[in-house]
Nanobody, 116 residues
Framework: QVQLVESGGGLVQPGGSLRLSCAASGFTFSNYAMSWYRQAPGKERELVATITSVGGVSNYAGFVKGRFTISRDNTKNTAYLQMTSLQVEDPAVYYC?????????WGQGTQVTVSS
């Protein structure tokens, strides 16, 4: 059974940091590119960052502006999103996404709230 389980979300003050984790099981994690998406209320889901299967290349949405870092540990079947300098525009449900060719999987999401 394929599972992507996100964790690490929560409430943080503006300027704060969070580290999201995405634990994968049920498929060969190291063969899949991993991405983080986010969706705020009333908005479409948007791509935040992507990392290749072996972790050699990563790409970020423009709004990240050097604040977030995507990484992965293929020995732990886990992807991460380190978020710093969180802003009031960043609150959303954050989802991890695994893709290889025509196959893809979504996690259930973790809520990130930024408030003073």
């Amino acid at each position: 059974q394929v599972q992507l389980v996100e964790s690490g979300g929560g409430l943080v003050q503006p300027g704060g940091s969070l580290r999201l984790s995405c634990a994968a099981s049920g498929f060969t994690f190291s063969n899949y590119a991993m991405s983080w998406y986010r969706q705020a209320p009333g908005k479409e889901r948007e791509l935040v960052a992507t990392i290749t299967s072996v972790g050699g290349v990563s790409n970020y949405a423009g709004f990240v502006k050097g604040r977030f870092t995507i990484s992965r540990d293929n020995t732990k079947n886990t992807a991460y999103l380190q978020m710093t300098s969180l802003q009031v525009e960043d609150p959303a449900v954050y989802y991890c996404y695994a893709k290889r060719g025509r196959g893809s999987y979504w996690g259930q999401g973790t809520q990130v709230t930024v408030s003073s």
